[in-house]
């Protein structure tokens, strides 16, 4: 039995972290995250819809508390922050951070709960946090790269957005100077535009990939044991203890990302808006 446990604790995990995919390699479609990522896109439009269909001028409800509140400070952090002319920012604000949240709080469901569900449905293989499959964030951290051009060109036109590029960060008095940090600020501002998505992606990511291998670790603590071991009565109150723990801190981590991932999404846009 001692040889075997490993054995299935590896199969297990393995298990759990291979996605629902459609073909092989980079060009694999990972069906579950695309499909739970739409059903948690369509709850969001439809909860927020229907809230503000529904809005009323007395005593608000909680559900449209709750909404009211999201919605005013990010609105508030927006204006503080964006100093441009972006009407769109806001709502884009609000969306980032609500979808990133849903898609964070689905780390927060049973890890065996939809996978064995999906098991008896025919499906082999099921992954339900979008967040922590990394070609979900990368789509995402790339709509945001492309966003920032546009707010670019948008506030300081073509010529302007495209001269920053090679006139920033060092500047410099005369066409000689100009001539010489040319190729130094162009290569800083090619880095710089890199690392914006490759940073938002894996800072997403890794949290998420590591809280739900945490969660998957916690339930492999009595994986294999049954209820005549006497293993059984000593690890599952620990796993009680430590999966409470660690979903109460969790808790906190999903919505920070999710934080974080909308507020650099805004301070990007307002650094692209801005002139140098």
């Given at each position: 039995m001692a040889a075997d446990g490993p054995e299935n604790m590896t199969g297990y995990i393995k298990h759990h972290l291979e996605h629902l995919s459609q073909g092989?390699?980079?060009?694999?479609?990972?069906?579950?995250?695309?499909?739970?990522?739409?059903?948690?896109?369509?709850?969001?439009?439809?909860?927020?819809?229907g809230v503000s269909r529904r809005a009323t001028a007395g005593v608000p409800g909680k559900l449209q508390c709750a909404v009211e509140l999201i919605v005013e400070f990010v609105d508030g952090l927006v204006k503080e922050t964006f100093h441009g002319d972006g009407k769109l920012v806001a709502p884009l604000a609000i969306t980032i951070f609500c979808l990133?949240?849903?898609?964070?709080?689905?780390?927060?469901?049973?890890?065996?709960?939809?996978?064995?569900?999906?098991?008896?449905?025919?499906?082999?293989?099921?992954?339900?946090?979008?967040?922590?499959?990394?070609?979900?964030?990368?789509?995402?951290s790339m709509c945001v790269f492309f966003l920032i051009q546009y707010y670019g060109i948008k506030h300081k036109g073509v010529v302007g957005f495209f001269s920053e590029f090679v006139s920033a960060p060092f500047h410099a008095n005369g066409i000689v100077g100009k001539l010489l940090l040319a190729g130094p600020n162009?290569?800083?501002?090619?880095?710089?535009?890199?690392?914006?998505?490759?940073?938002?992606?894996?800072?997403?990511?890794?949290?998420?990939?590591?809280?739900?291998?945490?969660?998957?670790?916690?339930?492999?603590?009595?994986?294999?044991?049954?209820?005549?071991s006497g293993m059984t009565y000593v690890m599952a109150p620990l796993q009680f203890i430590a999966g409470f723990v660690w979903t109460a801190f969790h808790v906190?981590?999903?919505?920070?990302?999710?934080?974080?991932?909308?507020?650099?999404?805004?301070?990007?846009?307002?650094?692209?808006?801005?002139?140098?």
């Open positions: 092989e390699g980079f060009t694999a479609l990972h069906l579950d995250s695309i499909f739970f990522k739409v059903l948690l896109a369509l709850v969001f439009v439809t909860l927020f819809i990133v949240f849903m898609m964070n709080f689905m780390d927060m469901l049973p890890v065996d709960a939809l996978p064995a569900a999906a098991h008896h449905l025919g499906f082999e293989h099921l992954r339900v946090v979008p967040t922590a499959d990394l070609s979900t964030t990368f789509g995402m162009l290569l800083l501002r090619l880095i710089e535009e890199a690392v914006r998505p490759v940073s938002l992606s894996l800072r997403l990511f890794g949290n998420m990939y590591a809280g739900e291998l945490i969660f998957i670790l916690i339930a492999c603590m009595t994986l294999g044991a049954g209820v005549s906190l981590v999903i919505t920070l990302q999710a934080f974080i991932f909308m507020m650099l999404t805004v301070v990007y846009l307002s650094m692209a808006a801005q002139h140098h």
